[in-house]
């Protein structure tokens, strides 16, 4: 098992385990997928702050995210 990755949301040191992958067309390419990494209690307020904005590409599990996230 590899080291613990945290969650993004500020001030949050819980083990993450699922990746908000999300794309800011006006900053990035569109291929570009960036990652927060969310743990349980904030999954839903991250991918929904992108959500919001019309970034949001999907929700995976972080053993579902793959070399092109990041």
Not at 34 to 63: M, N, Q, T, Y
């Amino acid at each position: 098992m590899g080291p613990m990755l945290s969650c993004s949301a500020k001030a949050c040191r819980a083990r993450a385990t699922h990746g908000v992958v999300w794309n800011n067309p006006k900053v990035h390419q569109p291929e570009r997928r960036k990652v927060w990494l969310a743990c349980p209690d904030h999954r839903e307020s991250l991918s929904s702050f992108v959500a919001l904005r019309g970034f949001l590409i999907e929700v995976l599990p972080i053993d579902q995210l793959g070399e092109q996230d990041g």
